[in-house]
């Protein structure tokens, strides 16, 4: 829009509202020419990152399994002890892992496997 369209459009808004009410409404027509200016960013943002999501995660699986062929080819190389530190660790079994009840060791008489607020 040139400055002579600006001025023509300004001169009739003149002459239908008159000098008392234009600051008024350009003020309105401000705020909602930002709103429009607002959402239409918000809106190309939220394309552009529709767009951006499958690229990134292509390119993160890609990277990823770039370097897992690295990976890969360390592991076939022989390693010392000093690198591998699980080499002197005995493995553990489930049964170490396996929690054992505490309420065990007490007297029946003493325990309770109730839910609790249940009456008898």
Do not use: H
Not at 10 to 38: M, N, Q, T, W, Y
Not at 90 to 113: G, I, N, R, W
Request: aromatic letters at 4%.
């Amino acid at each position: 829009m040139g400055l002579s369209e600006i001025l023509l459009i300004l001169v009739v808004v003149l002459i239908l509202f008159g000098p008392e009410d234009l600051p008024v409404i350009a003020r309105s027509i401000g705020k909602l020419i930002f709103e429009i200016r607002k959402a239409t960013s918000e809106l190309t943002k939220e394309f552009q990152n529709t767009i951006d999501t499958p690229t990134s995660i292509m390119n993160k699986a890609f990277e990823q399994t770039t370097s897992s062929r690295g990976v890969e080819k360390d592991k076939d190389a022989p390693k010392s002890e000093a690198e591998d530190p699980e080499a002197d660790d005995e493995l553990l079994t489930y049964e170490d892992e396996v929690k054992k009840d505490p309420l065990a060791e007490l007297p029946l008489d003493m325990v309770s496997y109730e839910e609790k607020g249940a009456s008898r």
